[in-house]
Structure formats: C-alpha cells, structure tokens
C-alpha cells in the first residue's frame, strides 16, 4: 500500500506557542485530509483539500494541499491545552478508488 | 444529523472465535469503510462497502468480511481470531467517492486472548 510519512513523531510545545507538522507520500494524491484523535475515540475531522495549492483555515488551524501533490502541511496558532492529540495526515489515491491511506500521527503534548 | 455509532465499545475474545462489529452510518452517509488501528499506529484500510457490495478491499485475509444493509448500516465479520487481531476497528461513513471525508465512529476496541 501506499505510504504515508508524517512528521514529527511527537512535539512538545508551550502554551501559546504555534505547531508545524508535514505528511509527505511517494505518490500523488488527489484528497488530503487532517484528524485529530483523541484516547479512546476515533478520528475527528479538521480540515479537508481538494487541490494542489490549496490553504484552508478552520480556526486556528491552517493546512495546505502541496503543490507536488505528494505532501501537505498542518499548522495551529497559538496552541491551547485542548490541543492536545494525535494528529493523522490521510490522502485518496486516485488509483485505488476511495481508499484514504493515513499517517503514522505526530503526538502533540501542549504544556500549559 | 446523528453521527456514527459503533457496538459494542469493547470486547474480549478467544484466539480462534469470531467476532462481529456493528456500525451505523451518519444519516445521509452511503459508503461505509472500515479500518484496523493497532496501538500507536495510524488506522489500515480494510474494506469498504457501497450500495451492499464490497467497493475496495485492503491487505487483510479473507476471515476478514463484512455487509452492508439496505439502511446503510454495516457489519465486519472477522472468523479465526489471532492476538494480533487486537486493535482498535473504525467504522467510517461518506458520501460516495469519500467527498467532504470520512467521519469515524468512536471504535470498538477487541482483545484477543
């Protein structure tokens, strides 16, 4: 299958301070998407891109289709406690229909 | 708009029993996918389902198999169960072609023992 690499495994930030985290894959896809999950519960939405190029906002999140179409990025402003997560990065690869193939997740501790 | 839900939460079983999950989909939803999340890894696409037929499978043996019932409503079958079966399953409902995303059901999570 195809392989999604995300990256940092795990961040430790400050209260306040702004996260970066990127999803690369070895092939093009045609759908990025960003969850959130928390202990004990599935996978929640956050942001979906449908286009190369594409930056989407939800709050103070901010993500990006990447232009290669093999990576996107995820950022969130001023970090709060309620940040805290597990972070996956999934795509649609065109090729096998609607299969999302998801990340590895970037483990975010905020210390408030 | 009620969302996904899953049954039962948590199980045990039997290395070599069977195993059925149940997922019903968020309303309007009528493509159902399910995924395997082992412990610290990111969730493994295993099937999915659309209008009562399989519509992709992932790398899973077949003692893998699901339904997909008139309602939209869905089940994943798993026969022989193995310790490495144990993981936390997802039931995700879309639209067809996965626009807009999938949203997830809070799991089921199996142990095998």
């Known amino acids: 299958g195809q392989q999604l690499n995300q990256s940092p495994q795990s961040m430790f930030i400050q209260e306040g301070e702004d996260v970066s985290m990127n999803c690369t894959s070895s092939?093009?896809?045609?759908?990025w998407l960003w969850y959130k999950q928390d202990p004990g519960e599935g996978p929640v939405l956050l942001i979906a891109?449908?286009?190369?190029?594409e930056l989407t906002s939800n709050g103070r999140l901010t993500a990006q289709f990447g232009i290669t179409r093999k990576d996107s990025f995820l950022n969130i402003s001023a970090s709060i406690p309620s940040d805290v997560g597990i972070y996956f990065c999934a795509g649609l690869y065109s090729n096998t229909g609607n299969q999302f193939y998801f990340g590895t997740g970037t483990s975010l501790t905020v210390i408030p | 708009e009620t969302g996904v839900t899953q049954s039962p939460t948590h199980l045990i079983k039997t290395r070599g029993q069977q195993v059925t999950l149940r997922c019903s989909s968020q309303s309007g939803h009528n493509t159902v996918s399910w995924y395997q999340q082992a412990l610290g890894q990111g969730p493994q696409f295993i099937f999915q389902?659309?209008?009562?037929?399989?519509?992709g499978r992932g790398n899973f043996p077949p003692r893998f198999s699901g339904l997909q019932f008139p309602n939209y409503s869905s089940e994943l079958n798993v026969n022989a169960l193995e310790l490495d079966d144990s993981a936390l399953y997802l039931c995700a409902s879309s639209l067809a072609g996965g626009f807009g995303g999938y949203t997830f059901g809070s799991g089921t999570r199996l142990t095998v023992v």
């Open positions: 389902y659309y209008r009562e037929e399989e519509n």
């Open positions: 092939s093009i896809f045609n759908t």
């Open positions: 891109l449908y286009k190369a190029g």
